[in-house]
């Protein structure tokens, strides 16, 4: 059964010039791209995007970083979507994360870390529609 989640290819992988690497990573572990776009988050979305995290002390930072350049935006489909996509990016901390996941070959620290990946089908559905609208999703 196939199903979708969600990811941002981060400002700091865009920078460093990964997202090419990353999205070639991401089809070799049999995601479909169902949609893909470059975008600058505003403020106000990187606010609404992290909500769920606006309580914690890291969040205005979250939020700096996540609007420092340019990400990609991408919807993603196979089977087991959301736990094959944690298992491919890794621990949030690269330092912590397992040899040959991406956050442990691009991620620079616990905050720039590479990538974005929904932590629940829930959450995927969520973050999906805050990007696209189903009609742009193929």
């Not at 890291?58 to 298992?87: C, I, W």
């Not at 929904?118 to 189903?134: L, P, T």
């Amino acid at each position: 059964m196939s199903n979708r989640t969600f990811t941002i290819v981060k400002p700091d992988s865009v920078r460093k010039g990964n997202f090419g690497k990353i999205i070639s990573r991401l089809e070799s572990e049999g995601f479909q791209i169902l949609g893909l776009k470059k975008t600058s988050l505003s403020q106000k979305q990187a606010q609404g995007f992290y909500a769920v995290h606006r309580e914690r002390p890291f969040f205005s930072g979250l939020v700096e970083y996540m609007t420092s350049g340019p990400v990609y935006v991408a919807a993603l489909q196979r089977d087991n979507a959301v736990a094959h996509l944690r298992k491919v990016m890794g621990a949030t901390d690269p330092a912590k994360a397992d040899a040959g996941t991406i956050r442990k070959e691009f991620g620079e620290s616990i905050e720039q870390n590479a990538i974005h990946g929904s932590d629940s089908d829930e959450n995927a559905k969520i973050e999906i529609s805050f990007f696209f609208a189903e009609s742009e999703l193929l």
